[in-house]
């Protein structure tokens, strides 16, 4: 099973990225897919997630900025991010967990991509 991550970089305060994640080697349909973060010195968090029925979940903090989506037929899954703020810059990892519902700790996942760098800086 392979999660390839692209999209990652740089951007000023109030821009716009958009991740992708391709998943190989899985039934992908029957996985949900989520997005988790991580910045320097502090602990992996669940970013935002959506189950194989499309349930969505986002942390409180990137409401209304981040969209994630899913295209079964290409295996891949999109996390959108607008209005990004600095507190955003963290190393992006897309990650797998073969269950219906939303599971939050990043240890019950089965398979994680490489990670992404974004750095939102002027």
């Known amino acids: 099973v392979q999660l390839a991550e692209s999209g990652g970089g740089l951007v000023q305060p109030g821009g716009s990225l958009r991740l992708s994640c391709e998943a190989s080697?899985?039934?992908?349909?029957?996985?949900?897919m989520s997005w988790f973060r991580q910045a320097p010195g502090k602990e992996r968090e669940l970013t935002a997630a959506?189950?194989?029925?499309?349930?969505?979940y986002y942390l409180d903090s990137v409401k209304g900025r981040f969209t994630i989506s899913r295209d079964n037929a290409k295996n891949t899954v999109i996390l959108q991010m607008n209005s990004l703020r600095p507190e955003d810059t963290a190393v992006y990892f897309c990650a797998a967990i073969q269950r219906s519902q939303l599971v939050y700790g990043p240890n019950a996942y089965n398979y994680w991509g490489q990670g992404t760098q974004v750095t939102v800086s002027s």
């Open positions: 080697g899985l039934t992908f349909s029957l996985y949900g």
């Open positions: 959506i189950t194989p029925s499309g349930w969505l």
